[in-house]
């Protein structure tokens, strides 16, 4: 079985976004670059099934410009077989970067899917549910255990109300949560080898899709800044405050 | 054919508080709208639904597969009705966002994920970034609007409304590909704490799963939701339900109160819309205090019985 899993090169999680003064986007100029944090446990976990010998080959797919080679090259270094680029100069939305993902599923016969529940600059979470619903073929969201037995994967689910169990039949969509695993260091031997993995490189256009009925995003502006608060130097202060605003 | 479609929310035996708020954002937009309930017996859920203000109908789709509430199934529903329809709305719960996206695949459509602001019935603002910026979203008005709606933004509609209710059969089968096992429920009998009034919430410094009981007796004792950070949850001393943050839930309770949490960015985005924040930490460098409204530079440990007895 080969898995196919989708890393999207997003701002590194520990960087303090800012607005640009004129509202065009957020300030990416000299950010520190790194794979969606949930991209990598998806990752992490398709190494870990390819380790227990449930897969043969693990391929990483990303979505962009030239400059998400480097985050395909580190899939590559944590363990990736291989890697696919599909080249875009346009900032995709998820329906097309759904369908774009079909192309090369249905491609490389991928039998399991695997992606982060959203990414951290857009916080969309719709790519995996999108490629599930146009591949018709399962989807579970949201993982935080993944059991694979014959031709049907359990997925325990994070859900509002607690954990939910679902079963599919593969080949299927998960979508991973931050509790899934913890993903693996990359080695400095590791990172030589990957340069010699083989990275292939689609045109979006030679796959056939074209963005259609896009949102077009026209501003941004920082949050609503919260007023500066006080600070009481004990719990009997604190329960006054309280009461005093009548929260209590 | 401007007219709204919301997917209520619901857990088998009563409406969720989403469902109300995603009528106050169907209201914003100025055109009539209905309410499809989705399960096995719902009657009672639609009453439920049809008694919120401005609902024109509630349409209350009663098969044995739709029970539980897999994607599949739900989304085949939505779209055999979505000829009418020029908006679809559900929740930004798991739930909605689980099924959204599908139904927005099927439709052909981008979605407008976590609206948070209505400008018109094209135009939307939302948080990307874990709230770190807002943005401005214009939808094409040639195309079906779907779309989540950030719950944490709106108010629950009033009471009041009396809409019709029709009982329909399901148009679709149940999908054979995915089946639908258990769910594992943290048995509380406090205040959900999507919709709370009042939350206490305790991070890595509780330092055990017996320690959380001192959260959970405070919140008892003022009638609170009780919340964690992602650090507790993952050490084991709550369940994953608990969990508040850009990957847990978004809250806007009236009073939270965090103890021992550092105040992480994904923290502070799932809070920052409550009305009075409250941070109690050894540690007065934590971040936390740069969003608190009222802070106190202590150990939870004397603080947390300090205040039960004040509060008593």
């Given amino acids: 079985m080969k898995i196919l899993v989708g890393i999207k090169r997003v701002v590194d999680y520990n960087v303090r976004i800012r607005v640009k003064s004129d509202g065009s986007s957020v300030d990416t100029d000299g950010v520190k670059m790194s794979i969606n944090p949930f991209d990598e446990i998806a990752l992490e976990e398709a190494l870990r099934i390819r380790e227990a010998g449930l897969a043969e080959e693990v391929i990483v797919v990303s979505l962009g410009g030239d400059e998400c080679q480097q985050q395909l090259r580190t899939g590559l270094a944590m363990g990736a077989d291989r890697a696919i680029q599909i080249k875009t100069g346009e900032k995709q939305q998820p329906l097309s970067i759904a369908r774009a993902f079909l192309k090369v599923v249905e491609k490389e016969q991928a039998g399991l899917v695997l992606l982060g529940k959203q990414a951290i600059d857009g916080d969309n979470s719709q790519t995996a549910q999108m490629l599930a619903a146009l591949w018709n073929r399962p989807q579970a969201t949201f993982a935080s255990k993944i059991t694979l037995s014959g031709n049907t994967a359990t997925v325990v689910r994070e859900v509002d109300a607690g954990l939910e169990t679902i079963e599919v039949d593969l080949p299927a969509v998960i979508s991973v949560d931050l509790r899934l695993n913890e993903p693996r260091f990359v080695k400095l031997p590791d990172i030589m080898k990957a340069k010699r993995k083989p990275l292939d490189v689609i045109g979006m256009d030679e796959l056939g899709v074209t963005a259609e009925h896009d949102l077009e995003i026209s501003h941004y502006t920082p949050p609503p800044a919260r007023g500066k608060g006080i600070l009481v130097e004990n719990a009997a202060e604190l329960v006054a405050e309280l009461k005093n605003r009548g929260l209590v | ?312």
């Fill in chain 2, 1 to 312: 054919m401007s007219r709204t479609l919301i997917i209520a929310e619901h857990d088998g035996k009563t409406l969720n508080p989403s469902t109300a708020k995603c009528a106050s954002c169907a209201t914003t937009l100025g055109q009539p709208f209905d309410i499809v309930v989705l399960g096995a017996s719902v009657s009672a859920i639609a009453s439920a639904a049809a008694n919120i203000d401005g609902a024109d109908t509630v349409f209350a789709i009663d098969a044995e597969h739709l029970a539980h509430p897999l994607a599949v199934n739900h989304a085949a529903e939505v779209l055999a009705m979505a000829d009418g329809y020029s908006h679809i709305l559900g929740p930004s719960t798991t739930y909605g966002r689980d099924l959204m996206p599908q139904i927005a695949a099927h439709l052909g459509v981008n979605q407008v994920s976590d609206i948070s602001a209505v400008e018109d019935a094209y135009h939307f603002k939302r948080p990307i970034y874990a709230g770190n910026a807002i943005v401005d979203v214009h939808a094409p008005e040639s195309a079906k609007l779907v779309a989540t709606v950030r719950v944490a933004s709106w108010k629950a509609a009033a009471d009041g409304g009396n809409a019709a209710v029709e009982s329909r059969s399901a148009n679709a089968q149940a999908a054979s590909h995915t089946r639908y096992i258990k769910l594992e429920s943290g048995v509380s009998e406090r205040p959900d704490l999507q919709t709370a009034a009042r939350v206490i919430s305790g991070g890595r410094a509780m330092a055990s799963k017996e320690n959380f009981n001192l959260i959970y007796d405070l919140a008892d004792q003022i009638g609170a939701g009780a919340g964690a950070s992602r650090a507790a949850v993952d050490a084991g001393y709550c369940p994953n339900d608990m969990q508040v943050g850009q990957t847990g839930k978004i809250i806007a309770p009236d009073l939270y109160m965090a103890f021992g949490i550092s105040g992480a960015i994904q923290h502070i985005t799932g809070i920052k819309d409550a009305g009075t924040i409250v941070a109690v930490n050894k540690d007065a460098d934590a971040p936390i205090f740069e969003v608190a409204d009222i802070g106190l530079v202590a150990d939870l440990f004397t603080v947390i019985p300090e205040l039960k007895q004040l509060l008593g």
